[in-house]
């Protein structure tokens, strides 16, 4: 029996949320049907880590590989995932847990957010077009920076009148900040694109404050319905699966 595949989101009081996590790992389960592949969440939304643990178990693993589905190491990576983790090894001897990479920064992620875009009416060529690429917001400075080197890329590789990085929360430039930005650089129109899994309140805001400043806004979608972000889930499963093999034959 394969190790399960426990893919570990943050949860969201807004339903949508959840939704487009079991959307996204329906995906998964087309791409491999051989593997048992279940949702869990850390906070907001059921069911929770440690019962999907203990179910895995119940059903007859005694491995389960856990994929954080977080877009970088911040505080939920780093401390609230070990924790609960650490809890629910304690409370289910016989079941081995591992724990992959979080998704980003990863190429494939860029790719997603770029195709939500394109799906929303963005040319790469639009030398008047200016590009929001809208992230959560921590206070985690790290993870604000990994969403501004993507703009900072996307900016390099397109003729955009610019690309800017801009937060829902918690980080400066916000939505409004960062057209003013873009409008000083030439830009006419502006597109938003999200560096966020699945829609919420926060998606929501964004929209509102990109709407209310940019009323014709190219308004790109989050990023976990592109088949991309299935494939780089398997991707990091695999990688826990290599590493295991890769230190057996060196013992």
Known sequence: MAPALVAVAHGSRDPRSARTVH????????????????AAFLDLSAPRVGDVLAAVRADGHREAVVVPLLLGSAFHAKVDLPAVLAEAGARLPGLRLRTADVLGPDPL???AAL???REAGVDGGDPELGV????????HAPANRLVAQVAE???????????VAAFATAAEPDVPAAIARLRERGARRIAVGFWFLAPGLLTDRVVDAARAHAPDALIGAPMAAAGTVAELVLTRYREVLDRTELGSGAA
């Open 23 to 38: 959307a996204l790992l329906d995906v998964v389960r087309a791409e491999r049907p051989d593997l048992d592949v279940r």
């Open 109 to 111: 992620l860029e790719s």
């Open 115 to 117: 195709d939500r875009l």
């Open 132 to 139: 929001v690429l809208a992230g959560v917001g921590s206070a």
């Open 153 to 163: 890329r996307w900016q390099a590789r397109h003729s955009w009148a610019g690309a």
